[in-house]
């Protein structure tokens, strides 16, 4: 058996080409007009012609198929013509098909690497994914995107190894993908090194990541709970704002100082996350700068204030969104009317 994840591309092929074969003849009279008519055209010399035939064999739907598309892909001299196998064959989920994908993601041709990862990345049948593991640890970085986009559809339970492993990848981009399988497992052995990378990973894209996939943590987490608020502070306001919905979602207390420093944040999108987890959180200390938000210019920020200040349930709160019943925005009106119903308060 080849080593998948030492051998170079050549003896890869190599080995795959020995284990394609072409459909015997006597199982090709069985067929329609339309296939015999199909599998004579690959023989054309023109790469069109051999493409259209490609897609015509698809049509037909037939698994007996499976191993001239798979042939296709893996050998015939036209770029075209292996992505159009590439794209026919992700219709069908055989273990030999995601073989073959997986072998087609160190083709030459970039357009047929792309549209076997796209393929795999359409995986929902969970027998797929030992196929798929043996190709996480390949020395080529897209290779190793394209199997853990693939893992994550699957949501394999044995893929948790070679995501954690993937986590110290020298490629963000593969860093993303293992965070997003992680962040399907929802497995607690993943929480460690995702809070590290949400706290500490150089990659705004994955510190990002990292911080939404910690939604599945205990509130009682502490390590969790510090890099929540450590990327609360973020450089960046895309992190600070996958922060303050993860520390809300989780309704993590000991954040509410910090998310009420948070509604002051430069970004707005940002303060509407840190308004929206302290209404979750339910922290009565946080209505004062709830209610200053009441005024603020941006209605959606306005709206989510005068929701959570009905989530607290603070009196405080009745008089000030008493006075933001004649809101400019209807969109606002009604989320005080609903906030003041939570306090009790009548507003017909």
Partial sequence: M??????????????????????????AADFPIEAQSALARLASDDATVRRIAVIDLGDLEESALLPVLI??????????????????????EQNSVVEAHCFALLDADKSVREAAAEALSQLKDTACAPVLRQWAARPEPFVRRAVLRGLRELRDTAALEPALLALA????????????VLGWLKEDRALAPLAALAADD???????????????????DAQVAAALLRALSDADWQVREEA???????RVTQASEALAVALADDYWQVRLRAARALGRIGNAEAAGALIALLAHAISNLRKEAALALGELGSSDAIAPLQSALEDRDPEVRK????????LGQDTA
């Fill in 169 to 180: 990848d020298a490629d963000a981009e593969v860093r993303l993908e293992a965070v997003a």
């Fill in 71 to 92: 042939a296709a892909l893996g050998h015939d001299p036209a770029g075209e013509v292996r992505r159009e196998a590439a794209a026919v064959l992700a219709a069908w």
């Fill in 202 to 220: 150089p990659h705004t894209g994955v510190r990002r990541a990292a911080t939404g996939a910690l939604g599945f943590a205990s509130p009682d």
């Fill in 244 to 250: 303050a919905t993860t520390l809300g979602k989780l």
């Fill in 2 to 27: 080849t080593d998948i994840s030492a051998s170079s591309p050549r003896a890869i092929a190599d080995s795959a080409g020995d284990r394609l074969t072409d459909l015997p003849a006597d199982l």
């Fill in 335 to 342: 989320a005080v009317r609903i906030a003041l119903q939570q």
